[in-house]
C-alpha cells in the first residue's frame, strides 16, 4: 500500500535552470542596451531623431576640418553649439562641449 511513491523530481528539473538562464540573459541584455552605454539606447545619440548618422554626421564633419586646419577652434565651437541645438545633443557634465 505505498501509493504515495516519490521517484524523483523528474525532467522537469532542467526546465527551471533554462528560465533561469533566459531571465539573466534577457537582463544583461537590456542593461548593455541602456545603462551601461550612457543611455543612448540602441542607436547612439540621434535615436530621439530615428537618425543615425555615423561618420557622415555633421559634427564628425566638424571634427574633420578641424583636425584637418581648414577651421579654427573660434568657428569649430560656433559650429558645434548650433548643431548641438538642432540636433539635441548634450555633453555629460565636464565632458567636452562648449566651454
Known amino acids: 500500500m505505498n501509493t504515495l511513491a516519490y521517484d524523483g523530481p523528474g525532467p522537469w528539473i532542467l526546465f527551471f535552470p533554462l528560465v533561469w538562464a ?31 548618422y555615423g561618420e557622415n554626421s555633421p559634427i564628425a564633419i566638424i571634427g574633420r576640418r578641424f583636425a584637418s586646419g581648414e577651421i579654427d577652434e573660434d568657428e569649430y565651437w560656433r559650429r558645434l553649439s548650433v548643431l548641438d541645438e538642432q540636433f539635441g545633443r548634450t555633453f555629460p557634465e565636464g565632458k567636452g562641449g562648449p566651454a
Open 22 to 52: 533566459a531571465v539573466v540573459i534577457g537582463v544583461v541584455t537590456l542593461l548593455r542596451r541602456t545603462v551601461w552605454r550612457g543611455g543612448r539606447g540602441p542607436r547612439g545619440p540621434w535615436a530621439a531623431t530615428g537618425r543615425s
